[in-house]
């Protein structure tokens, strides 16, 4: 059996509304669903109405995900920070590892954009793979992660 090309995007975006406990719940029950069945893996943070997401997987699956998160009415301001092939799974552990933050924990994020400042996407250009696990790695080792 051939093996599938690993694939990540990072993103972030913000929530139309603020989302209780209850609906993240229901949304990460269904997204693990969806990725397991699907082979992603990855972990979401959420704070105050924004979101960063990792994704994982085959490319086309990674690629499909994240086209159906764009159209999503839930989010607003989506804006991809980090995509392309890697090695291997940062989040292999999780269909969809999770984490609710505390808005200052974002603004040390490497990549992270304000979408409250005036030069939000001025100075935007795509992460290379290595600022992957640099982005999200104090999230996974400092702390738990729901899952």
Do not use: C
Not at 17 to 43: F, P
Not at 101 to 126: I, K, M, R
Not at 129 to 137: G, H, I, P
Request: proline share 3%.
């Amino acid at each position: 059996m051939p093996v599938t090309a690993l694939h990540h995007l990072v993103y972030q975006s913000s929530a139309t509304t603020s989302l209780s406990e209850k609906d993240l719940e229901a949304i990460l029950t269904q997204s693990r669903a969806w990725n397991h069945a699907h082979e992603l893996t990855g972990v979401l943070l959420y704070s105050n109405e924004e979101i960063m997401q990792v994704l994982e997987g085959p490319e086309e699956e990674v690629r499909y995900i994240f086209q159906r998160i764009e159209q999503d009415n839930r989010h607003y301001r989506v804006t991809k920070l980090s995509d392309g092939p890697i090695q291997e799974r940062n989040f292999a552990q999780w269909s969809m590892g999770f984490k609710a933050v505390n808005p200052e924990d974002f603004q040390h994020l490497l990549g992270y954009l304000n979408p409250t400042q005036d030069s939000y996407l001025a100075d935007h250009s795509t992460n290379t793979d290595a600022s992957l696990y640099a982005m999200l790695s104090t999230f996974v080792t400092e702390d738990e992660i729901r899952f």
